[in-house]
């Protein structure tokens, strides 16, 4: 079976989806769907785990004034980097692309959460590669890339985020998408 060449091209990703191939057996980023917030390979890349929640919300670590607005939100894990570091972000469909602010305050979190189209979320870390070690993960087929659609938002905590995602893009990713977590264990 010939893999279909209908991903997104490396210098489109930002704004548009990462999604961990089955053989990626790092365990930060297995089966993992990553929003890139930015990708520009001679610098470096940035994104954010979008299907790895943590089980916790802002109030359960962060027990201030400040985020009580946002105290239910639930907490994903962004990604290794700066884990310890918790990050809002809000995510909207303009333009015919699904954009995502961050370096937001608490306020502008909790002022986004009231506003229709808008989708807050917060996570622990973030992902990040230096120049050229993205390129070099795509070049070895360690990521499949896809295009972000608006259907995105109602899936941004969806543990089942990452076959759905992968069976959206072909027969052939449909068959990945239906590897077992460890395929060694077969």
Known sequence: MQVPNNQVPEHKLSNNLLIA???LLDGCFNRSVIFMLEHVP???STGLILNHP???SVGQLISSDAFSKLAHLPVSYGGPVESDQLHF???EWTNNS???HTRISSEQAAAAMQQPGKLVRA???HSGWTPGQLHEELEKHAWVTDYS???TLSHLLDENF????LQKISPFHHVLSLTPENPFLN
């Open 162 to 165: 990452w076959a759905e995602s």
């Open 54 to 56: 943590t089980g916790k």
């Open 123 to 125: 996570f622990a870390g």
């Open 149 to 151: 659609r608006q259907a």
């Open 42 to 44: 001679d610098q470096g």
């Open 21 to 23: 191939d089955p053989s």
């Open 98 to 100: 699904l954009n995502c």
């Open 89 to 91: 972000a809000i995510f």
